[in-house]
């Protein structure tokens, strides 16, 4: 079972189940077709909890990720970027544990969150889920539980053992009660390599250890036979030193009856084959379905074991690869597990197959009736049968009825039984068999159809009905519809409960009508989804309660999922003149308002309107119903004066307002609401309508309804409507109502007018002072149409909209001057500016203009008042009320503004009140001054910091010393940058100014400075030059400052480079580092030079030579003349970078400094100057312990050849990496110095390869001996090989071949050379060491092979057990030497390879009896049919001598197929013979075929009739086409046994042998073929044998058909007897026909006369149902007359 695909899976499944074989065996899923890598299919990477999920840990292109296979869903693995050690899948949820190192985690999948973490002490080695909700952890000392639920921690269960220390944990196991735990662990047994199982079996409540050697465990969970609860049973397989056993131990008994036996130990020994010697178990499962044990072991075998018994049950491989981790494969009660390749493999029982497998093969009846009995498995049947009749015909009924009840799938529960238990007499004293076997039934269990039908009969009879009640509440028996009948006739209550149990809904339903619980019918029909005849079901209900009736009907329409017709129900009700009872369903049926039940809804109003109007009017102001006929029931609702019903219903208009014309009868209310339900125009005509016919009486509702509905109406066409019919006091009203609803400025106007109409003047001031949506305008110019006594209306509107002008006009115009005045000091004095404008362009006087702004005093904006007044060159005219708002304390700049433009126009000191006024707008009054004055401008922008306005009036006028005062003091950045643009035209003269004139007048160094800034910010370097030369070299108080004489040198350096150095001489008090640095940024090295010797920094000035300057020789001068180590040091790097190597050593000599040692040495290193490099390294040694130093000291000890130095110094105390120099000089070739290193450091191997190089051989083995180094031994022997020094080579050798990683690569050099003899000499020399090991003896063999073929069978024969027989045969079978390779093969235990050896190569490897004895071992089967084809082409006489060896093995089939295409089936007749016991139809046929061809007649009759499975039809043709009679006999008789009467006969007839004939004809049972044959004796006048058949065939003959015969030809006296013994048996038929029709009619007669007893005594309740009567309903109508009495019903309705 190999890597194989699924269809050739299947075909196997099917051979393994038409061999009748105990197991199926199914992939699952190939783990490598859906993207597993197979690396990563192994113990260490893959999971498995459960059949459900399987998990597997892959590394793919270094990213860690974890697949998930749901086993539901194979072929979609999910992938997940998890960077865990192991991850274990619970088993039956999506929830998975990571494990990283230490640190465990629990997370949930589906809801992607962490349900828990912990971290432990020590390494988990083992873990696995031991059940849904708790994971189990090995460490190195000690076992955990992990519990998922809560925040709980692990908590240890118990300590490792002493004896699994050592161990690989392989699982670890828990009771279902979690009380047992078992711990499983392996390890190489040392020496012997056997792989020993140690198991650690602990009792939690004991809290005790036992050590135990076992490989694979389990526990079950299993009750015991006789026990009353389950015990835990604990099963193990053992492979030891003595043997190997399966064991079955009850750790945990469970309860048991007193007396009762003990479960015991149970064990079995286990079978590994031949060919797995080495075998071992791995894994083991427990089946909970079948209670039997799966166990695998390495090699891929499965043991299938019984768990009672420990009985083995089958065995085979499953696969050839190693299945290293199992599960329980609970839905098929099987095992499943993955092996190496990638399968995932299910096996399980075959169910069809386990129990015959068990009686055939292995004979073990007792085993396989208890698996049929506990698991209902089919296959024992027969057995079954034949034990049941054995007890039947002791009498032992009970045993019997045990059987029979205990049997599988029920084969013994049958009518038969049945009817033999009936039949069975009782002992006298014991209860009946039958009564018995129903006994056994009901303690077994349930009984079925048939039997429940059976027991109850004779119960029923006896009157013991409360067992079968007691029978049926146990669920004993099997209800059915026909119990149900029986049971009726004597307890309806009882049959009802059968026919709910039984589904018969007919008979339920009629068992609840006639018991009266109508409430149940609905409630069981819903629950068992049956559909009755509700209507014949109401009818019935509605004359016996029509209140039940009702309630009924409302139930069944509420109820989800039946259907019943409304309709229908309602005629129900109304037949019977139940009008409260159908009124009350249909409201509650018809509330969904559903269009398809329009219909009923205009039924229900009708019949309502027509009798109780109340009742209908009341269902109408429920507004329930809107689907029905609305035009019948308005004219219904109008004739019974309903009105307001007739109106909501109509939908004509010119009803509607017919209806309308009684507006007294109808509430103003009703008609506001529903206008709110017609259209537009329809509502406007009725309004019309209403207003035409009483205005008077009608206004108040039509104002009402417009007001209710402007916005559907529209206000335009409302408005209208009252101005046709003149009606302002409505138009008023409603428009009053709603104004703040709309912002139509039609409407608002409208409102207005009609306010002055009606003279509600208040009313018109409020609205033109608070609305803000009426046209002004028209407004306005109405109200001055209007002349209205009081103008405040009109002042409102132009106040409001800005019509002041207009306003002052209009009141000016008209001698309404006490109106203006009223306006501008009551009502809004800020208007005053546009009132005095407006008098003044009406040539209002002055002083009345003035008069009415003093009175306004401060009320009035002086901006604007002065903006006014202003632009009509009056500005004079505000004077006094300007100097008032002064005098006041007014800030506001308007008033001063306007008061500083009054004084300068009047020339009254206007400098000192610009300089002296602080309110004043200086833009304003500057702009005012310009023209004038352009002084005074500067002045007025000057106090107010008008800095662009300033500016740009100096320019103008040459203001530039004034310009330039400002801007220095000023001290603004942003000021400068704008005047030192480019831009400015007047740049120069506005820097002249500064330089010449502001500048130097200041002594305050903040001004100095951010003029400077300034001319930096605006990039003038050389007029910053001119500025400070000017301050700087001119003698002035800024001459020694440092930061302008920084500033200097800065800026000329940027600037002018020419004038540095003259600064740089001349100043004295600048900061020369960083001016020197700087000067170095802008490549002025020789300045920079300069400053820092000016500054006595030698070091910095050494770098500008170095660095910058480039000159190695002015910095060996600089460095002579200054002699400071810093700057020797610094040479000494620049001339190491320049590779001046000499050079840079006598500088850091000279410096003393060893800090570049490692550049040194380098440069030293290549360029060779190994003796200046020895001078510096050792003045280097005195000034720091380095290795570097000392490993490069001596190296160039080495490189200068100063060998006696190097000797001298490896032999004093140093730090050098001596082994890396040698190492070093050996890799250039320097063996000497090598040699020398290597010897002072004792390295022999390294030596003995100098030595070898220098050509010293002898030396060279002295020195490997010494190193004891493969690897030297290597080099040495190849140099002794190459240079064919064979005695030191094998010296070497010897010590080389011991090791069996390096014999290959030996001999593969000896090859190369061509040296074959000592090579040989070399291994057969390595036989006697001390340390001889099989490569020796292996390669020895192959070179044999190679080389010397005569000694290679000697050489096999005495040492096969120490040779590597699997190379060896590759060998063997590359030089074709086949009988070494069979005698190979036979010691390797391949058979199968030994045998097809021989068969391919007879006359080297073949020999009879060596062949018989392989051929017995193999297993491959296909080789038997090799060997069959092999013996008939070279030794065919011996055939049948080699089939006696393989004939329990071999598909016998298959052979007689194999010799029948050959043709020599005469040569296997010893073997037909041997083999026809097995009773095959193949064999049969062959071995008769032959008897046929022989003619021995005696040996195929008694072979037919002792072996039957043979094509009997094909025979008898055969036979019966022979020459011989008693071969056509024996046709005959096949033809006979295989029911071929006709040709039976006929042949019979062909050669005379009558008897047969008649017996044939007699035993076919043909009446057709008796009575022909004998019409053949009558025509053929044989009257003895006409006679003999009339006896034998006695049951076929018709004896009409014999009566005629015997008359015609005369044959009377012959058929006499046939006649007399028909006469008596007619006689016998007919008296008991007569018996049987007389007891017939007494049973009738008897059954008749019970049934009216029991109609007579239940007489009494049938009458009870003709009480409902007239009396019980009150019809419709009743009492309706005019006695002023209400009916039940009326009062009903009115409750409404």
Not at 692 to 708: D, I, K, S, Y
Not at 1202 to 1215: K, Q, T
Not at 1430 to 1436: D, E, I
Not at 1679 to 1692: C, D, E, L, V
Request: hydrophobic share 40%; with cysteine.
């Amino acid at each position: 079972c190999g890597h194989q695909p699924a269809v050739y899976l299947q075909l196997e499944n099917e051979l393994m189940a038409q061999a009748g074989l105990p197991i199926k065996f199914q992939e699952l899923v190939q783990l490598t077709n859906v993207g597993i890598n197979q690396q990563f299919i192994s113990f260490a990477s893959l999971t498995m909890e459960s059949e459900k999920y399987i998990c597997v840990r892959e590394e793919v292109n270094g990213q860690v990720q974890v697949v998930i296979i749901d086993m539901a869903t194979p072929t979609e693995p999910q992938r997940r970027p998890i960077t865990a050690e192991s991850a274990i899948m619970n088993p039956v949820s999506k929830v998975i544990a990571l494990k990283a190192g230490n640190y465990l985690q629990i997370f949930n999948m589906e809801m992607k969150s962490k349900m828990k973490s912990h971290q432990l002490t020590e390494p988990v080695v083992f873990w696995k889920w031991i059940s849904p909700a708790t994971v189990a952890m090995v460490t190195g000392t000690a076992v955990f539980h992990w519990s998922m639920e809560g925040q709980s921690e692990p908590v240890k269960v118990f300590d490792r053992h002493a004896t699994l220390n050592d161990t690989q944990i392989i699982n670890y196991k828990t009771s279902p009660d979690e009380k047992w735990m078992v711990l499983i662990g392996i390890k190489s047994e040392a020496g012997t390599n056997r792989i020993i199982g140690a198991m650690q079996l602990y009792s939690k409540e004991k809290n005790v250890s036992q050590p135990i050697e076992g490989h694979a465990a389990a526990f079950h969970s299993y009750t015991c036979e006789g026990a009353t609860s389950p015990s835990t049973l604990f099963t193990f397989a053992a492979k030891t030193a003595a043997g190997s056993k399966l064991h079955v131990i009850e750790v945990s008994p469970g309860a048991r009856p007193e007396g009762a036996a003990p479960f015991g130990k149970k064990a079995s020994d286990i079978y590994f084959p031949p060919e797995a010697a080495q075998d071992f178990p791995v894994a083991m499962q427990v089946s909970n379905k079948y209670n039997c044990i799966y166990m695998v072991t390495k090699f891929g075998y499965m043991h299938l074991y019984d768990l009672e018994s420990a009985t083995l049950i089958y065995m085979n491989r499953i696969s050839a690869e190693t299945i290293f981790v199992t599960a329980a494969h609970e839905a098929s009660g099987g095992i499943v597990g993955v092996n190496r390749k990638g399968q995932v493999l299910c096996v399980t029982v075959d169910e069809a197959n386990i129990v015959p497998y068990i009686c055939k093969q292995l004979n073990n009846y007792q085993l396989a009736l208890r698996l049929a009995v506990k698991n209902n498995l089919p296959g024992a049947e027969q057995l079954f049968m034949q034990q049941f009749n054995n007890l039947m015909n002791q009498s032992d009924f009970k045993g019997a009825a045990k059987l029979a009840a205990d049997s599988p799938q029920q084969v013994l529960r049958t009518p038969e039984t049945i009817q033999r238990f009936q039949a069975a007499p009782a002992a006298p004293g014991q209860p009946s068999p039958i009564l018995t076997y129903f006994g056994m039934l009901l303690e077994k269990g349930k009984l079925n159809a048939m039997e429940s039908l059976e027991l109850a009969k004779p119960v029923i009879q006896q009157g013991k009905q409360q067992l079968l009640q007691k029978w049926i509440g146990e669920d004993k028996l099997e209800c059915t519809e026909e119990l149900g009948d029986a049971v009726k006739m004597v307890d309806a209550q009882l049959a009802l409960s059968v026919y709910l149990r039984a589904s018969a809904s007919v008979k339920v339903i009629q068992c609840f009508m006639e018991t009266g619980q109508f409430d149940k019918i609905m409630v069981y029909c819903q629950k068992v989804s049956y559909t009755p005849d509700w209507g014949f079901l109401l009818t019935h209900m509605v004359r016996m309660n029509p209140a039940g009736a009702l309630e009924f009907a409302q139930k069944l329409a509420a109820t989800e999922g039946i259907t019943i017709d409304y309709t229908v129900v309602a005629d129900v009700f109304m037949q019977h003149n139940c009008l409260q009872q159908c009124t009350s369903f249909l409201l509650d049926v018809l509330k969904g308002n559903k269009p398809e039940e329009a219909a009923l809804q205009t039924r229900l109003l009708e019949m309502n309107l027509m009798a109780a109007p109340q009742v209908a009017d009341a269902i109408m102001a429920n507004e329930m119903f809107t689907q029905y006929d609305k035009p019948r029931i308005a004219m219904l609702c109008e004739k019974a004066g309903l009105l307001q019903r007739a109106i909501e219903h109509y939908e004509n208009i010119d009803d509607i307002k017919r209806a309308m014309m009684r507006t007294e009868l109808i509430t103003p209310e009703f008609l506001v609401k529903f206008f709110g339900t017609l259209s537009a125009e329809n509502a406007v005509e009725c309004l019309h309508h209403l207003l035409r016919t009483n205005m008077r009486q009608n206004l108040q509702v039509v104002v009402q309804v417009a007001r209710e509905y402007h916005e559907q109406l529209t206000a335009e066409k409302l408005i209208e409507m009252f101005e046709t019919y003149n009606s302002w006091e409505g138009l008023f009203y409603y428009l009053g109502a709603v104004l703040l609803k709309t912002e139509d400025k039609d409407v608002h106007y409208k409102y207005i007018e009609a306010a002055c109409k009606v003279g509600n003047l208040q009313e018109v001031e409020r609205v033109t002072r608070e609305d803000n949506f009426y046209d002004a305008e028209k407004v306005r110019d109405f109200l001055k149409e209007a002349r209205l006594p009081d103008q405040r209306p009109l002042i409102n509107v132009c106040d409001r909209f800005d019509m002041v002008e207009d306003l002052t006009h209009f009141l000016y115009t008209n001698n309404m001057s006490k109106y203006i005045e009223l306006y501008v000091q009551k009502v809004n004095p800020m208007k005053a500016p546009q009132v005095a404008g407006a008098l003044l362009d009406a040539d209002c006087s002055e002083d009345f203009v003035r008069a009415l702004i003093l009175s306004v005093r401060a009320m009035a904006p002086a901006e604007q008042l002065v903006e006014e007044v202003e632009k009509r060159n009056r500005l004079k005219l505000l004077q006094p009320w300007l100097e008032q708002r002064q005098n006041e304390g007014v800030q506001e700049a308007a008033v001063h503004n306007a008061l500083m433009k009054i004084y300068i126009d009047m020339n009254n000191r206007p400098e000192e009140y610009l300089v002296s006024n602080m309110y004043y707008d200086s833009k304003v009054v500057g702009a005012y001054c310009e023209k004038r004055d352009p002084h005074l401008a500067f002045i007025a922008y000057k106090r107010g910091l008008c800095d662009a306005e300033l500016v740009d009036v100096t320019n103008r006028h040459g203001l530039f010393k004034q310009q330039a005062r400002y801007l220095v003091e000023r001290q603004d950045l942003d000021l400068w940058a704008t005047v030192l643009t480019e831009e400015n035209e007047h740049r120069r003269q506005c820097i002249d100014a500064t330089v010449q004139n502001a500048l130097p007048e200041t002594k305050n160094p903040d001004v100095v400075s951010t003029t400077v800034k300034a001319f930096m910010t605006a990039d003038l370097p050389n007029e910053l030059i001119e500025l400070l030369e000017k301050i700087v070299l001119q003698n002035s108080e800024f001459s020694d400052n440092r930061n302008l004489q920084n500033l200097l040198i800065l800026t000329a350096i940027k600037a002018d480079k020419t004038k540095v150095m003259d600064y740089i001489n001349r100043l004295n008090n600048y900061d020369m580092p960083d001016i020197a640095n700087i000067a170095v940024g802008s490549e002025l090295y020789e300045e920079a030079l300069v400053i820092f010797k000016k500054a006595e920094l030698p070091r910095e000035a050494a770098k500008v030579l170095i660095d910058y300057i480039k000159s190695i020789e002015r910095a060996t001068e600089f460095a002579d003349k200054v002699d400071v180590e810093e700057v020797w040091v610094m040479l000494g790097k620049a001339q190491l970078a320049e590779m001046l190597v000499k050079e840079c050593i006598v500088s850091f000599i000279k410096a003393n400094d060893a800090s570049e040692y490692l550049q040194v040495i380098q440069a030293a290193e290549s360029s060779g100057c190994w003796p200046d490099l020895v001078t510096y390294l050792g003045m280097c040694r005195k000034k720091v312990k380095e290795a570097h130093i000392d490993t490069s000291l001596i190296f160039a000890y080495a490189k200068a050849e100063d060998y006696a130095n190097l000797e001298e110094f490896i032999s004093a105390p140093n730090v050098g990496r001596i082994q890396d120099v040698a190492e070093r000089c050996y890799g250039e070739a320097m063996y000497v110095a090598a040699k020398l290193l290597f010897n002072s450091i004792s390295n022999f191997s390294r030596l003995a390869t100098c030595l070898m190089h220098l050509g010293e051989h002898q030396a060279a083995v002295d020195a490997a001996r010494k190193a004891n180094s493969t690897r030297t031994w290597k080099e040495v022997n190849a140099s002794c090989v190459e240079h064919q020094e064979f005695r030191l080579a094998q010296i070497c050798a010897l010590h080389i071949i011991v090791n069996p990683d390096e014999l290959e690569e030996l001999i593969g050099y000896y090859e190369k050379f061509g040296h074959f003899e000592e090579v040989i000499s070399v291994m057969e020399a390595g036989l006697g060491l001390e340390r001889a090991h099989m490569g020796i003896f292996t390669e020895l063999g192959v070179l044999y092979s190679k080389y010397k073929e005569e000694k290679l069978m000697e050489h096999i024969k005495l040492f096969w057990s120490r040779l590597n027989i699997r190379k060896m045969l590759k060998a063997c079978e590359e030089n074709a030497q086949w009988e070494e390779l069979t005698f190979l093969y036979l010691h390797y235990d391949e058979f199968d390879n030994a045998v097809l050896s021989m068969i391919a190569h007879p006359v080297e490897a073949w020999d009879n009896s060596k062949f018989k004895d392989t051929l017995s071992k193999v297993t491959n089967t296909e080789i038997f049919f090799k060997a069959i084809d092999f013996y008939l082409q070279q030794q065919p006489l011996l055939l049948n001598e080699m089939l006696d060896v393989i004939s329990q093995r071999v598909d016998h089939v298959r052979v007689i197929a194999q010799l029948r295409k050959a043709g020599h089936m005469p040569l296997i007749k010893q073997y037909l013979l041997k083999t026809q016991p097995l009773n095959i139809k193949e064999v049969n046929d062959a071995l008769y075929e032959l008897y046929v061809q022989d003619e021995d007649h005696e040996a195929l009759a008694a072979g037919v009739v002792e072996y039957t499975n043979f094509d009997s039809i094909e025979m008898a043709q055969l036979c019966e086409k022979h020459g011989l009679l008693q071969f056509r006999r024996i046709g005959a008789m096949l033809y006979r046994i295989s029911k071929k009467w006709a040709q039976s006969i006929a042949l019979s007839k062909q050669d005379k042998v009558w008897d047969e004939a008649i017996s044939t004809a007699a035993e076919s049972g043909s009446q057709e073929l008796a009575e022909e044959l004998l019409a053949f004796f009558v025509t053929s006048e044989l009257k003895a044998c006409f006679s003999a058949c009339l006896f034998t065939c006695y049951p076929l003959l018709r004896s009409d058909v014999v009566l005629e015969l015997a008359w015609r030809n005369g044959l009377m006296d012959f058929a006499m007897p046939f006649m007399v013994q028909t006469m008596r048996e007619m006689t016998t038929k007919i008296d008991g026909l007569v018996e049987k029709e007389r007891k017939k009619e007494e049973a009738i007669a008897e059954e008749k006369k019970k049934a009216e007893e029991a109609l007579a005594s239940g007489a009494g309740y049938y009458d009870g149902g003709a009480g409902y009567g007239a009396e019980a309903m009150v019809p419709y109508g009743a009492g309706m007359g005019g006695g002023g009495m209400m009916p039940p019903q009326q009062q009903y309705y009115q409750g409404y």
